[in-house]
């Protein structure tokens, strides 16, 4: 077994399971917390508080930020992550894990937190409930990578909007229609195409609910408050849904 491999994987990854550094799950968490850190702790400096939308929207845009990533690794790696697909098939007819859990528990070198090989087993082990992100022809893929290339952007200036309202509340609350009403409109129409070709006939009903359903899920319900927050900026013409 190579030392910089998990067990029985193919080396190139960099992710270990004992190696010294971070689990890969764990590390994606500290990530969302140091992004929407700044939101949080910048509102609390200038107005004293916490304000529950700014709070679950701040937490939304970070989750974003770092998938967005991950779809530009998905778009980089698109050619590795076919063939890791079926690295992490055989692994879970080898040792029945669900390679999802497996991967998020490998500890990932501090050198090589930002190496698209290791995060392209995220779309490896979800291509086992979706083969959509193994198949570049398919809806799934392709509105992902375009998520990872142009929202990073809109949503980094709504996140600061939102929390020290740097634009005028007519032009932030357009800005925040369109980008959480793509992301209503895509994700919802993933969904339907996942059920539409069968997919959901080739898993169970619990790896439907927790790796389709609760993973994909905020960038419906968080876009929908996003865009309830939208509507009130530009028929309110000030922050005060935000509680400025």
Not at 61 to 89: A, M
Not at 184 to 201: C, D, E, N, P
Request: proline share 5%; net charge positive.
């Amino acid at each position: 077994m190579k030392a910089n491999t998990v067990p029985g994987e193919q080396p190139g990854t960099g992710a270990d399971a004992t190696a010294v550094g971070m689990p890969a799950g764990l590390l994606a968490a500290l990530v969302v917390a140091l992004l929407a850190l700044p939101g949080l702790g910048t509102r609390y400096y200038l107005n004293g508080d916490l304000h529950i939308i700014h709070s679950l929207l701040s937490l939304f845009f970070s989750i974003n930020l770092l998938i967005c990533y991950w779809e530009v690794c998905l778009f980089l790696r698109r050619d590795h992550i076919e063939t890791r697909t079926e690295f992490w098939r055989r692994r879970q007819r080898e040792t029945g894990r669900t390679p999802a859990i497996e991967f998020l528990s490998t500890r990932v070198p501090m050198r090589r937190i930002l190496s698209p090989a290791i995060w392209a087993d995220v779309w490896a082990t979800y291509s086992l409930f979706d083969g959509s992100f193994a198949d570049r022809r398919t809806w799934g893929f392709n509105a992902d990578v375009a998520n990872g290339f142009v929202t990073p952007v809109p949503t980094l200036i709504l996140y600061a909007a939102f929390t020290v309202d740097f634009l005028p509340p007519v032009v932030a609350g357009i800005l925040g229609l369109m980008l959480c009403w793509q992301w209503t409109y895509v994700t919802s129409v993933y969904w339907v195409s996942f059920f539409l070709v069968g997919r959901q006939r080739q898993i169970t009903r619990g790896q439907l609910y927790a790796w389709v359903g609760a993973t994909n899920a905020p960038w419906v319900l968080f876009a929908l408050l996003g865009l309830y927050v939208s509507l009130r900026l530009i028929l309110d013409g000030d922050y005060g849904v935000l509680g400025w």
